[in-house]
């Protein structure tokens, strides 16, 4: 009646369901709360904890979870002081699915504008970069870019002086990765650093090689970067 849908998450990826991880961390702070010093009495407050965040108005949505899933807030403890009342709680099923799409109409309206105010805020910190074709960069590796075993905490993440070798878009890049480096060879553009061949750069040249012996390579990437740009 109410048109509800199942949507999947992939396994072991949290990035692809981010309301619940959002969810998770509020529960938690909640709950660090109630708890205080007590800390293993969190499962005799977890009811509470969860019944305040569905009983809450979202700032984002500007209704309260409860609302969103049964068109109802329940009454709370306040509202169970023997105060008369006559107002029914539920009336015909066509008035409740009617008032639910009507809430889910308003929260649809209420995220897009919540989204624009967040995308305002977050390009005025955000820069444009584009590389071309030849272009020497530094490429940050993250840890997902790592085989299960490689990564290590105090391994070179800023790897470089790297060649460009195709702009697929203006936020992909096709590098020319050395041999060494066991990963995909395409980079979003935030992960990467225009190499400019100043004093800074050559000190990140030494201080991100992979592995001693190597820099060699790597001061050869860069001499041939400073050849290309004599003439």
């Not at 396994?11 to 109630?34: C, D, F, I, W």
């Not at 504008?113 to 977050?122: D, F, G, H, L």
Request: net charge neutral; charged share 25%.
């Amino acid at each position: 009646m109410v048109n509800t849908q199942l949507n999947f998450s992939t396994a072991y990826h949290p990035q692809t369901n981010g309301q619940t991880e959002v969810v998770k961390r509020s529960l938690g702070n909640m709950l660090r709360g109630l708890v205080g010093e007590h800390v293993k009495s969190w499962d005799q407050k977890l009811s509470q904890a969860e019944f305040a965040h569905n009983h809450a108005v979202n700032r984002s949505i500007g209704f309260s979870p409860f609302q969103v899933v049964y068109f109802v807030t329940p009454r709370g403890p306040l509202d169970l002081l023997p105060v008369p009342d006559k107002t029914k709680i539920h009336g015909k099923a066509t008035n409740f699915v009617h008032g639910l799409q009507e809430i889910h109409e308003d929260v649809q309206n209420n995220l897009e504008k919540a989204t624009m105010r967040y995308k305002t805020v977050a390009d005025q910190r955000r820069r444009h970069v584009e590389f071309e074709v030849d272009n020497f960069v530094w490429m940050v590796l993250t840890k997902d870019r790592f085989f299960v075993g490689d990564y290590h905490k105090l391994d070179a993440k800023k790897i470089g002086p790297v060649e460009v070798v195709e702009k697929i878009n203006p936020n992909a890049y096709r590098l020319k990765l050395p041999s060494r480096i066991r990963t995909a060879d395409v980079f979003n553009v935030k992960h990467l650093i225009l190499y400019t061949g100043d004093s800074s750069d050559d000190y990140d040249l030494r201080a991100n090689s992979l592995h001693l012996g190597e820099n060699d390579a790597a001061e050869d990437v860069a001499n041939l970067y400073m050849e290309k740009n004599r003439f």
